[in-house]
């Protein structure tokens, strides 16, 4: 009541009595216009691709430019959430300033129209920069500039016709109503309809239509003996849903079979281009493989076991012709995301890399690289697990350099052996007595030898092991202690079969995984 009694009377104070609209609405007017901007740019990216959607394209900016270790922080705190915490303070951020630049613009619309215009060009500059986006794409964010601006004129002159001391008409405030209200509305709409035009061209119906791959050679059953489910460990193979997931990604690459090509070109004697029949209708060979992120900290969840389907990488480098000299297979994701792996690991048949078009029974799950995606086993993912892929350029270590390479992390990275206590939790209460203890361990390509446990001060005692199903992947463990009322410190290590026991010494997970024990606490009653 105070402040618009000021500002009734702050223009018959100056010569010129120009309007001045009053705080909240010159914000709004900031806000609205924002809304705007983003649902325009977010419909028309329904049409020429989601990722074009300029809140997108500058998120995904935004994480590539991020440095490592803000990077680390964010995954370590948040999680899987990470995307989601850094699409919220974006959205917070942008409500700040698109208020500001309205309140900037009590008097007159420039100062938010410079600012409205400054959004669009970052949008304009963020999808153009996006590796898996063309020119086309830029029609996302052209239209968030012309719908900011737009409404954000608009809007301003009926406000400022409004507040004016004498307004033409006494119906002009329910004009600004009726406009702000038409803009929340239809940007309600347009970002819903971005959202439903993106989905009738995305990737699940398309994944849909690939139907039942069948493999030419299944892997060998999973005895029931490996794993000690039961007792407290993961199942051996881990369900599609619950295989953890680690990408860049802010919003999911979304390729249909009949978009998707593989390139295969470099030092190889004849450049080869497959399409998804090309692959799909080889003899397709299943493997059970654990896949890890250097990332996963000792005793982390970043680990997960399931039956990849797919072909071998060593078929199609053969008949591409892999030239002397050769070192890296440089692999590259719709989504501009590059990996290098060694050479040697991709052409190893003992190995077995696939590159992959189906998991436990189904076709890709998009969000784990649908429609097909490499998996060499015994390396960390960001070096052997390139989903959406659509490039392999066989070439050297010298001319090329993948993405988290040049963030710091190492060219070779093999998966280390690691082992992690799941049962019980940390801090949970058991009742006293025997106390099961158990969990997994892995060393991907090596294999696991002994896995031992110790309470408190007490000895190493060996762990039961359960049955070995193949080299790439995990071992489940468990043994049992007498645990007297009160807290308990638990403690494991891994031994493989090159007889290396995993050292206490703790390595945080940059630049090539990280190592120490695994160690809990828990109350006996
Ligand atoms: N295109 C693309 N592929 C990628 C990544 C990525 O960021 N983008 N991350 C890699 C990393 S670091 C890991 S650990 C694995 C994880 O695969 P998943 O999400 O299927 O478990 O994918 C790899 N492939
Ligand atoms: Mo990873």
């Avoid at 709409?189 to 990737?203: E, F, K, N, P, T």
């Avoid at 005793?299 to 072909?311: I, M, P």
């Avoid at 480098?317 to 297979?329: F, I, K, M, S, T």
């Avoid at 002994?450 to 070995?468: F, H, I, K, N, T």
Wanted: charged residues 20%; contains cysteine; hydrophobic residues 45%.
């Amino acid at each position: 009541m105070s402040t618009s009694t000021a500002e009734q009377a702050s223009p018959a104070s100056g010569e010129a009595p120009e309007p001045r609209l009053r705080r909240r609405v010159a914000a709004l007017l900031g806000v609205l216009a924002l809304a705007a901007a983003l649902a325009a740019g977010h419909l028309v990216a329904g049409l020429v691709g989601i990722n074009a959607s300029p809140y997108l394209a500058v998120g995904n900016g935004a994480i590539d430019l991020t440095p490592v270790e803000l990077k680390d922080f964010a995954v370590r705190t948040f999680g899987t959430y990470d995307k989601l915490v850094l699409l919220a303070g974006m959205a917070v951020v942008m409500v700040v300033v698109a208020a500001v630049a309205g309140l900037l613009s009590r008097r007159t619309p420039w100062p938010g129209l410079v600012v409205v215009t400054g959004f669009g060009l970052v949008g304009l500059f963020a999808v153009y920069e996006r590796p898996d986006l063309d020119t086309p794409a830029l029609l996302a964010p052209l239209a968030s500039l012309v719908a900011g601006v737009a409404v954000f004129a608009l809007l301003h002159r009926l406000a400022r016709r409004d507040a004016a001391p004498d307004p033409a008409e006494g119906s002009s405030r329910r004009t600004v109503l009726l406009a702000g209200a038409g803009v929340v509305v239809g940007a309600g709409v347009a970002g819903l309809g971005g959202q439903l035009l993106a989905g009738s061209r995305d990737a699940a119906s398309s994944r849909e239509a690939v139907g039942r791959l069948v493999p030419a050679r299944t892997a060998p059953m999973i005895p029931a003996d490996a794993d000690f489910a039961k007792l407290g460990t993961p199942t051996f193979v881990t369900r599609n849903a619950d295989f953890y997931r680690v990408d860049t990604a802010l919003s999911i690459p979304q390729v249909r079979t009949e978009d998707w090509s593989l390139r295969l070109h470099g030092m190889v004697d004849r450049e080869v281009r497959y399409g998804y029949g090309d692959i799909r209708n080889r003899p397709l060979v299943e493997r059970t493989i654990t896949m890890t992120c250097v990332s996963n900290e000792v005793g982390g969840t970043y680990v997960s076991t399931a039956n990849f389907l797919g072909v071998d990488l060593a078929d199609l480098l053969e008949e591409a012709g892999v030239r002397p000299g050769a070192e890296q297979l440089f692999s590259s994701s719709v989504d501009g995301w590059t990996s290098g792996s060694p050479v040697a690991a991709a052409m190893d048949r003992g190995r077995g890399a696939m590159l992959a078009i189906g998991m436990n029974g189904e076709p890709l799950p998009i969000e784990h690289g649908f429609p097909a995606r490499l998996v060499i086993p015994g390396l960390y993912g960001y070096v052997s697990a390139t989903k959406w892929v659509t490039d392999l350029e066989v070439t050297t270590w010298q001319a090329r350099q993948a993405y988290w390479l040049k963030r710091g992390w190492s060219r070779e990275a093999s998966i280390k052996t690691e082992s992690r206590i799941d049962t019980p939790k940390g801090f949970e209460t058991v009742p006293g007595g025997k106390v099961r203890v158990a969990g997994i361990a892995w060393a991907q390509h090596t294999g696991i030898d002994r896995v031992e446990v110790r309470m408190d001060d007490g000895p190493w005692r060996e762990a039961m092991l359960s049955r070995q199903v193949n080299l790439e992947t995990w071992r489940m463990w468990w043994i049992e202690f007498d645990a007297a009322p009160g807290g308990h410190q638990v403690v494991c290590r891994a031994t493989d079969r090159s007889g290396y026991t995993q050292t206490d010494m703790r390595a945080g997970t940059v630049p090539d995984g990280a190592t120490g024990w695994h160690s809990i606490n828990f109350t006996a009653q």
